[in-house]
């Protein structure tokens, strides 16, 4: 199975509202990430956790909260967002070998994020 | 510093030419993985292939074949006799092992249009 599914596929938000993006994989992969994508634009790092431990914040707006329950899960939570983040919202995730780097990512089909 | 340039924007071609799209990277590191993305109008970005910087054998798979030159840091992707279904937008990839290799960065893609 190498499947990475996310909910929900569209989210439309006001900018007073709090929601969560979920993501989750069952591939055995410790390494899960966050990206953010505008349109006709590359993905953008927002976040990986190793081993359910965040390693890397890319010096994301405290308004994207993440979080890593277990090593199948991950979650975006969301509060006063502003119109310009609106986006696609990409999880994924890769093996997570130390010393050795990472190895291809495996991504969910995104969430669609208009924030109003 | 580590950067991925894909120069060619936009790409149209006629089913079954082929068609090459070109990479080129830089990195001071010496181990590192390149890896090719297909990401079709439905959002979600499908791994193809991956690299690490001590195996520059060319690779084919069907269609597709890659080619990577450590001299010119190229890791350029041809294919051939394309079909509707290959339009998409594809991101040539590296991540060095150096840091981490948690962080991917992703070059601007090339956008590949094929008409029936």
């Known amino acids: 199975d190498t499947e990475v599914t996310q909910t929900p596929k569209h989210l439309v938000m006001g900018m007073t509202n709090k929601k969560s993006l979920k993501c989750e994989q069952h591939m055995g992969h410790r390494a899960m990430y966050w990206y953010k994508q505008k349109a006709k634009k590359p993905p953008e790092l927002m976040f990986v956790y190793s081993y359910e431990k965040l390693s890397i914040n890319e010096s994301v707006p405290s308004r994207f909260s993440p979080e890593c329950p277990n090593s199948s899960l991950l979650n975006l939570h969301l509060h006063a967002l502003q119109p310009e983040d609106s986006a696609l919202y990409l999880c994924?995730?890769?093996?997570?070998?130390?010393?050795?780097?990472?190895?291809?990512?495996?991504f969910g089909p995104g969430t669609r994020l208009t924030v109003t | 510093a580590q950067k991925v340039t894909q120069a060619q924007t936009e790409i149209s071609v006629v089913e079954k030419e082929d068609v090459t799209l070109d990479c080129v990277y830089e990195?001071?590191?010496?181990?590192?993985?390149l890896f090719w993305y297909k990401q079709p109008p439905s959002g979600e970005l499908v791994f193809l292939i991956r690299?690490?910087?001590?195996?520059?054998q060319n690779e084919i798979s069907g269609r597709y074949s890659w080619n990577f030159q450590k001299s010119t840091s190229s890791f350029n992707f041809t294919i051939t006799a394309s079909q509707v279904v290959d339009s998409a937008v594809y991101f040539c990839?590296?991540?060095?092992?150096?840091?981490?290799?948690?962080?991917?960065?992703f070059g601007a893609g090339t956008r590949l249009f094929v008409k029936a």
């Open positions: 990195t001071r590191d010496t181990t590192y993985y």
């Open positions: 994924a995730s890769s093996q997570d070998l130390p010393g050795q780097g990472t190895y291809e990512q495996y």
């Open positions: 990839a590296l991540s060095e092992v150096g840091t981490g290799g948690f962080k991917t960065i």
């Open positions: 690299r690490n910087s001590f195996d520059e």
